[in-house]
C-alpha cells in the first residue's frame, strides 16, 4: 500500500542525513553533494503516481544514494591509481568555530560541508581506515555501525542478502579495530598546541620530542601546489621537513582549528587557507599527520569576500 501523499518538505528534508551518509562513504564533499543531488534527481524524474507507492522516501533515498557511492568507490581506486600523489579525504572545518575566528566567510545554509555532523565517524584517522575497505564492506559498515540501519535495508544497497552483509559489516570491524582509541580532545589540543609553537620558532629538537620516532606525514597537492609525493617517514625526518618549509614560507599564520571535530593546525598566508593539518595522537605524541594542501579539497575553508 502507497503512501496518501509525498511531502516535498518531506523529501527535501533527508538532504542533511543524505550528505552525511554520503561523505562518510566516499570522503569527499563535492562527490557526496553530486551523489545525493543524483539521487533527488531520480526521485523528482519519477510521475507523481510512482512516488507515491512508495511507503519510506528517506529510505528510498537512501538506498539509491547508497547504490550511487557503491559505483563511485568501484571507480574511486582507478581514478585515485592516476591522482598525482597520495589521495587524502576532503578536510571539513567547524563552521561557527571558523567564522569567529574569522578565518573564513559565510557560506550560507545551503553549504553541504556545514550539514555535515562533526563526530567521531568523520575523524581524519577515521576516514583514512575506512579507504583501506572494499567498497562493500565500507557501505556494509558505514550504513550499520555509523547509521544504525537494518542489514535487510543494506543488503538492497548491495544486492546482497542480509547474512553477507552481515559477515563485510563484521570483516570491516576488523580493520576499524586495529585503528587505536583516540585521545581526548583536550589532550590533543595540547599536543597540537606545542606543535605550533615548535614549528613556528623553528625548534627541530622540540618538534622530534613531540613526533613518535616511526611518525609518519601524508601529503595531498593533487599535482595542483608543492608538496612531497610520498609519505615521509620518521620523526626526526618530519622535523626536518616541517622546518624547511617554514623557511621557505615567510609569512605563514599558523592557527588551531578543528579539523573533522578534532584539533588540528590551519596554515594560512594573507587570509588564503594553504594547508589544513590533521593529527593522529597516542600516547602525547604525533603518529600521523595528514596535510591537505590541494586547493579543490580546500573550497570549505576559503574566505568568501
Known sequence: MGTVGVSTDEVAGERRQLINVAYRLLGSVT?????????YARWYGMTRSRQEEILS???????????????????????RERY??????????????????????????????????????????????????TPAERVAFVLHDVFRYPFAEIADVLGRTPAACKQLAASARRRVSVARAPVTATGQADVVKHVKEAWETKDIAALVGLLDPAAVMTADGGGMVGTVLRPVEGGARIAQYMVAIADKAPGLELLERSVNGAPGLVAQ???????????????????????IRNPEKLRPWARED
Open 31 to 39: 562527490e557526496a553533494e553530486d551523489a545525493v543531488q543524483d539521487a
Open 57 to 79: 522516501p528517506g529510505a528510498w533515498l537512501t538506498t539509491v544514494t547508497g547504490r550511487i557511492c557503491l559505483d563511485l568507490l568501484g571507480s574511486a581506486r582507478a581514478r
Open 84 to 133: 598525482v600523489g597520495a589521495w587524502l579525504p576532503e578536510p571539513l572545518p567547524d563552521r561557527t568555530e571558523w567564522d569567529h575566528a574569522g578565518g573564513a566567510g559565510t557560506t550560507g545554509p545551503a553549504d553541504p560541508a556545514d550539514q555535515i555532523v562533526l563526530d567521531e565517524s568523520v575523524s581524519m584517522a577515521f576516514l583514512v581506515v575506512l579507504e583501506s575497505m
Open 269 to 291: 598566508r594573507a587570509s588564503v587557507v594553504m594547508t589544513v593539518a590533521s593529527f593522529d595522537v597516542s600516547d602525547r605524541r604525533v603518529k600521523r599527520i595528514w596535510a
